[in-house]
């Protein structure tokens, strides 16, 4: 079992930068979040998730989705059970509830645990 809360969301205006981060916690069954791929998805109210960025469980493999690619980034720091997503060149667009989620398959095609959201906006 993990435990996924995302932070760092907030307002920004068209072109600013934003870094989101995703604290993971497992339970007292000995799981641990190297275990994990983990993606950030984000949802637009009235529309489906749509998936940003995946990375793998040693962070040495990445993936993005054409709409974001070049300009966002995931990392993770494993010795803090965080996964990053820097955020460059934001635009009005880009407006959503971003989520992480954590699967053990790299393809995170339906992942088994998601955090709660962090809203981000974007506007001038």
């Known amino acids: 079992q993990v435990q996924l809360v995302e932070s760092g969301g907030g307002w920004v205006r068209p072109g600013d930068s934003l870094r989101l981060s995703c604290v993971a916690s497992?339970?007292?069954?000995?799981?641990?979040?190297?275990?994990?791929?983990v993606g950030w998805f984000r949802q637009v109210s009235g529309k489906s998730r749509e998936f940003l960025a995946g990375?793998?469980?040693?962070?040495?493999?990445?993936h993005y989705a054409d709409s974001v690619k070049g300009r966002f980034t995931i990392s993770r720091d494993n010795a803090k059970n965080t996964v990053y997503l820097q955020m460059y060149s934001l635009e009005p667009e880009d407006t959503a509830v971003y989520y992480c989620?954590?699967?053990?398959?790299?393809?995170?095609?339906?992942?088994?645990?998601w955090g709660p959201g962090t809203l981000v906006t974007v506007s001038s």
């Open positions: 497992t339970d007292a069954s000995g799981d641990t979040f190297r275990r994990y791929a």
């Open positions: 989620a954590a699967d053990p398959s790299y393809g995170l095609a339906s992942p088994d645990y």
């Open positions: 990375i793998s469980w040693g962070g040495e493999s990445t």
